[in-house]
């Protein structure tokens, strides 16, 4: 009898858990690193995650530890689930703990400050492996409906197919339908831009503009990414499956999306400030609106509402006076 599948999941915040559950469900060993101490305790004692998934048993082959080292012991995959501009620093103190030939697997999106790096090119990076010792989980996937076991599909991406479909086949439960796809560049973007195109709707809901604004910003929205995606060699076909759409629809329609309701209240009128203070856990798009703004310029590609998010969030224009700018435009065809 061969033995099972050993994960480690490097951090216990809603996501990280719940992805956690979907592969012990599916029969592996897990392994949640925390990085407080009393809470990979509660995980252990109480079977529960109490700070980010309270109310929620786990599974018994899933245990947490707030040692690294015995988090990455002997894993077969490394899964990452940390906040995507602390990755590098994270996981250059992970570096020489992790198990030989484990593959890295990334649940971040974002797109890091400075270098403009897709998170599966900062691990290839810190961690020096090559890209086929690196993959990514993406897709329409809110966190506490996963780990309710609500029924969800994602996407499995890396660039040797044969790997993907490794973690395909340790992440497929009865409620969790994973897909493969090659396409590393387009399921990352897909991931990390949805999140600037969520605070943008969600600042439109904030200020009451309706579900018209709501289906345009999510289009154009779309529009945006796919030219980003063409310029930078991902496969358009991505951004109409899973990691695009499924993805963007999930962010911008949803009450449990974080970047959706970090831009509800900005729409609101709070202030940055007023708004970070309420908000308990990462809204990734808040900083990655500004790496993914400067991603774009640098290949020289429109992305006009992306822009509006950052001098909303980072340059404190009203939104008012941003939706103004965005809407009076000039006027163009609709597949530029």
């Known amino acids: 009898m061969s033995k099972p599948v050993r994960a480690a999941v490097f951090g216990t915040g809603s996501w990280g858990t719940a992805f956690g559950m979907v592969l012990a469900d599916a ?6 690193w925390a990085r407080r101490p009393e809470l990979a305790d509660a995980v252990n004692s109480t079977r529960m995650n109490p700070d980010y998934l309270p109310g929620i048993e786990l599974p018994e082959n899933l245990r947490a530890t707030a040692d690294p ?5 002997d894993a077969d995959f490394t899964v990452l689930a940390v906040p ?4 590098r620093g994270n996981l250059a103190e992970w570096v020489p703990l992790l198990a030989p030939g484990t593959v890295l697997v990334s649940l971040m999106k974002g797109v890091e400050l400075g270098t403009v790096k897709r998170m599966s090119e900062v691990i290839e990076e810190v961690a020096k492996v090559s890209a086929d ?3 990514v989980v993406t897709g ?8 309710q076991r609500m029924p969800a599909a994602g996407v499995v991406a890396c660039r040797d197919e044969a790997v993907a479909r490794r973690i395909q086949t ?9 897909y493969t796809n090659t396409d590393v560049v387009g399921c990352e973007l897909g991931g990390a831009v949805k999140n600037v195109i969520g605070l943008a709707v969600g600042i439109a809901d904030g200020m009451g503009l309706g579900d018209n604004a709501k289906g345009s910003l999510i289009t154009r929205g779309l529009a945006e990414t796919t030219r980003l995606g063409l310029v930078m060699g991902a496969d ?3 951004f109409s499956g899973l990691a695009g759409l499924g993805d963007l629809a999930a962010t911008c329609s949803s009450p449990l999306s974080r970047n959706h309701t970090f831009g509800i209240n900005l729409g609101r009128g709070m202030t940055l400030q007023e708004t970070i203070a309420v908000t308990r856990q990462t809204a990734e798009g808040v900083k990655s609106c500004e790496s993914v703004l400067d991603l774009a310029r640098r290949h020289g590609v429109d992305m006009p509402i992306t822009e509006t998010v950052v001098s909303i969030v980072h340059e404190g224009k009203p939104p008012v006076v941003a939706l103004k700018e965005l809407m009076g435009r000039s006027a163009k065809p609709e597949r530029r």
């Not at 995507?84 to 990755?87: G, P, R």
């Not at 329409?140 to 780990?147: F, M, S, T």
């Not at 340790?170 to 994973?178: D, G, I, Q, S, V």
């Open 170 to 178: 340790a992440c497929h439960t009865p409620y969790f339908r994973p």
């Open 27 to 32: 029969g592996c060993d897990v392994t949640l």
């Open 84 to 87: 995507s501009q602390t990755l």
């Open 140 to 147: 329409p996937n809110l966190a506490k409906e996963v780990a």
């Open 236 to 238: 358009p076909m991505t």
């Open 69 to 73: 080292a015995e988090a990455a012991r």
């Open 133 to 135: 010792r690196v993959a």
